[in-house]
């Protein structure tokens, strides 16, 4: 597991957190930053997931 995997999945993780207590309090704000936080955290570990593709193909 290499840098981008773990930290794209703890901002996932993070943007998860937000995005409930934006629901749960009704904050509009929160609740979209906890998104797009997500999105990103996936984008992030999926670019970690292609890097360890092609390693292992070497």
């Known amino acids: 597991m290499n840098k ?3 930290k794209g999945r703890v901002e996932e993780a ?7 207590i ?3 309090t ?3 704000t929160l ?3 906890g998104t797009l936080q997500k ?3 996936k ?5 970690g997931d ?7 193909s070497d």
């Open 22 to 24: 934006g629901k749960i």
């Open 31 to 33: 609740e979209v930053e």
């Open 4 to 6: 981008d995997q773990v």
């Open 14 to 20: 993070k943007g998860n957190v937000k995005e409930a």
């Open 26 to 28: 009704d904050d509009e």
């Open 43 to 47: 984008v992030r570990a999926g670019f």
């Open 50 to 56: 292609l890097k360890e593709d092609i390693k292992k």
């Open 39 to 41: 999105t990103l955290g």
